[in-house]
């Protein structure tokens, strides 16, 4: 004797297996904090200013005539402020990233005779950096990020 095929019930099978597999996600989504979704900052509205305060510095760093560059050297890293400013009132600081290992990251202030910074070889490793440098020169604020392969 054959054996009916009974329709609704496959439909039936179908739809609950559906409705497990969603609540499931569901489930793991919320509670499993392995899947943590919580917003990075509690204060998004003060970081969102912040943010303006960057955009605001990287516009006044891309009005400039010249940018600053990072060149690499037998000593390390160069990096050469605008010829056109007197180095010893540039102030602020450069960030370098290393987004592989954030134990190699580190920062250096910005003290300038003329319009070259030596970052020193042995703080940095081979590999791709992010370098971010605040600075300001005669009261005007200013914003440099570049990536950099060492």
Known sequence: MKAKIIWPLGIV???????????S???KATFVAKYDHHLVSEEY?????????????????AALEMGITLTRSSEGVLVHFPENMNGE?????VYFIRLADEN??????IALKNTTLLIQDEKL???RWNVKIDWS????????????NY
């Not at 020169?137 to 950099?148: A, C, P, R, S, V």
């Open 45 to 61: 509205y003060k970081d969102e200013l912040k943010y303006q305060g960057e955009i605001n510095k990287l516009e006044n760093a």
């Open 89 to 93: 009132k540039i102030k602020g600081t």
């Open 13 to 23: 099978v179908a739809l609950a297996s559906f409705m497990i597999f969603i609540l």
């Open 25 to 27: 996600f569901l489930y």
């Open 125 to 127: 490793l081979d590999g």
């Open 104 to 109: 190699f990251d580190f920062q250096k202030t």
């Open 137 to 148: 020169y005669e009261g005007t604020l200013y914003l440099f990020k570049d990536k950099f």
